[in-house]
């Protein structure tokens, strides 16, 4: 049965509703999957690799191939995913383009860590390279489906973010109350902390001076989390607050980070801005990046302004003040 979405408050554009419907169907099968997990088979079995060298887990595979059999019949043209190498045509006739992570946190589907989906959509261009190879500003619709303790839909269409929770009574997806905007009191950080060594000296630094806490330059305590599911990271933020990173570093194939701008950053990025936040590469915001391929990496800051913005600083600072920042004499310190 395909899922319902029921929206009490504002009404979801004409156009998009069969493809929000057809992701919707799709993220409800995944959930009762996901749900079930061990008993539905081995979802976290490695099938085989992507093209970035990334193992593919068999719910990597069994996401990609459903969503691009439930979008046949909607307004989607152009279809870009994780899991394939090129940008495939759905229908001829679609005026729609869709960039899809079809399953994103795949690292934890063995461990009943939440795990989701990430979506983008702009108007098709002739060809799929010319569509998604445009900068983010193209995009009118992005959002994402997180598969946690709730089945949750994250989606803006550029006035602002909504939620749908996914009702398992009734199967349908019902609009739920969010924050109007990312909330501006956390101190928390999200970052892989065990690739500390391999960081440039701007983000070791501002890293650092949380750590330093109350008695360094930021002058208070700040809290870690690292879930490693882009999603739920995305939501945490979006709930409460604080800030993501996920730069360069110095290891073989980070020099732009790991996380892909095509169909996880920009989609990101735009739910982001529409709830207040900024989303940026450390220095550059995110909407503003031409991809130069499809599968393209950039490193990834993203979360409440202020936070977002104090990054871009400690880039703009010369080496020898950078290290200042250490001291008592810290730019920082209040
Ligand atoms: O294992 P790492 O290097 O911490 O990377 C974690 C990141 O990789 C990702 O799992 C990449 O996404 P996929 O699972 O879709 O490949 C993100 O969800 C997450 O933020
Ligand atoms: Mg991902
Ligand atoms: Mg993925």
Known sequence: MTPEIISPSHEIPHDLRPTLAALCEVAAQLSRMIALGPLGGALDANVGSNTDGDIQKALDVIADASFVTALKD?????????????????????????????????????????????????????????????????????????????????????????????????????????????????????????NYRHWSRPIRAYIDDCIAGAEGPRGRNFNMRWVASLVAETHRIMSRGGIFLYPSDGRDGYQHGRLRLVYECAPIAFLVEQAGGKATTGIHRILDITPDSLHARVPFVFGTAEKVDRVSVYHDLPDQEVSALFGDRGLFRA
Do not use: C, M
């Open 74 to 194: 909607t307004g989607v043209r152009w279809y870009a995913s994780e899991e394939k190498d090129d940008v495939i045509e759905i229908n001829g006739d679609g005026t729609l383009a869709l960039a899809i992570d079809p399953l994103d946190g795949s690292s934890n589907i063995d461990a009943n860590v939440s795990i989701g989906t990430i979506f983008g959509i702009q108007p098709a261009a002739d060809t799929g390279e010319e569509t998604f190879l445009r900068d983010g500003t193209h995009l009118i619709a992005s959002g994402y489906f997180i598969y946690g303790p709730q089945t949750l839909l994250a989606v803006t269409f550029g006035a602002g973010v909504r939620h749908f929770v996914l009702s398992p009574d009734t199967n349908t997806f019902i609009e739920a109350p969010r924050p109007d905007a990312i909330p501006e009191t956390a101190s928390e950080f999200a970052i892989n902390a065990s």
